[in-house]
């Protein structure tokens, strides 16, 4: 049963970089699946940050993307995730989720727990 | 961006009760469309996909209609784990985008 793991630090600093790790146990990444990452602010909805393959073929949303970096690490079976210059409107729960490939875009069939990440000095 | 509406925002219903939320996008989006839940503390879970595929290993109480612009996702008999906030969410085109969320709370 595939599991996901969100890990990194809890506090960030503006203008820092925020930085999380997805460790993808009981399944290996180098299979047929797109990895990604979504967010949740506090009392607001779910925002989708994008989706990575280990190919390097990459979405993402157009509302984050000049500041995210996302990227697959194979010998480790995790799924990194980079956010630049981050303010507080960065504050949320960071999902890692494994997305299935569909004809168009795609859903999202496994979920990590989670991690809070707040961006205060 | 297809915009996603949901409705209710809030649900309150008892134990046993038949539930419906309502999906709305803001264009056509075919049948690409999941339903997930979500609640404090534990991995969301994918219900729903293509708008009325079941994921496997969900109860059958649950179940997913609609297609084009209009869906809903039904409970058949509500149970106690099912109080949780349901997420609708449109994968016809990127960005991807979710529903506001509907809360399905105990009466």
């Known amino acids: 049963q595939v599991q996901l793991q969100e890990s990194g630090p809890g506090l960030v600093k503006p203008s820092e970089t925020l930085s999380l790790t997805c460790t993808v146990s009981?399944?290996?990444?180098?299979?047929?699946?797109?990895w990604g990452w979504i967010r949740q602010p506090p009392g607001n909805g779910l925002e989708w940050i994008g989706s990575t393959h280990q190919s390097g073929n990459t979405f993402h949303n157009p509302s984050l993307k000049s500041r995210v970096t996302m990227s697959v690490d194979t010998s480790r079976n995790q799924v990194t995730l980079k956010v630049t210059s981050v303010t507080a409107a960065d504050t949320a729960v960071y999902y890692c989720?494994?997305?299935?490939?569909?004809?168009?875009?795609?859903?999202?069939?496994?979920w990590g727990q989670g991690t809070l990440v707040t961006v205060s000095s | 961006d297809i915009q996603m509406t949901q409705s209710p925002s809030t649900l309150s219903a008892s134990v046993g009760d038949r539930v419906t939320i309502t999906c709305r996008a803001s264009q056509s989006i075919s049948s690409w469309l999941a339903w997930y839940q979500l609640k404090p503390g534990k991995a969301p879970k994918l219900l729903i996909y293509k708008a009325s595929s079941l994921r496997s290993g969900v109860p059958s109480r649950f179940s997913g209609s609609g297609s084009g612009t209009e869906f809903t996702l039904s409970i058949s008999s509500l149970q106690p784990d099912d109080f949780a906030i349901y997420y609708c969410q449109q994968y016809n085109t990127y960005p991807v985008q979710f529903g506001q969320g509907t809360r399905v709370q105990i009466k």
């Open positions: 989720v494994r997305v299935p490939i569909t004809p168009s875009a795609s859903h999202f069939d496994n």
């Open positions: 009981g399944y290996s990444i180098t299979n047929e699946y797109f």
